[in-house]
């Protein structure tokens, strides 16, 4: 099933994969308008395409290691690591070994829902 906007218990069991790219597997784990909570998962290979969007984005590598691209700026992350992506601003990423992104979007990203 589809997380559902303000629940309060969200259960990772029952939260449904949705293919977001080739090799990525994304989970919404919870969302308000003002906040939203991105699970995903890469293989290795995978490509997060080069973007932007009107949102501020927080991401944690939570396992893994990637090639981040933030700004024209590239560097490689591994578990623990975070980076801030402020709205407009250019990003993506290549997994380098498999692993998964956390990722925190304010507001939510309505193209998710």
Aim: glycine share 10%.
């Amino acid at each position: 099933m589809k997380t559902e906007k303000n629940n309060i218990w969200n259960f990772y069991e029952d939260i449904e994969g949705e293919k977001a790219g080739e090799g990525v597997v994304r989970r919404i784990l919870s969302y308000t308008d003002e906040l939203m909570v991105v699970q995903n998962h890469f293989q290795k290979g995978a490509v997060g395409a080069l973007h932007h969007h009107p949102h501020t984005q927080i991401t944690y590598v939570v396992s893994g290691q990637f090639e981040f691209e933030i700004a024209g700026e590239k560097k490689v992350v591994n578990t623990g690591d975070s980076m801030l992506k402020k709205d407009g601003i250019e990003h993506g990423c290549v997994c380098l070994e498999e692993g998964i992104l956390l990722d925190i979007f304010a507001p939510m990203r309505e193209d998710f829902v």
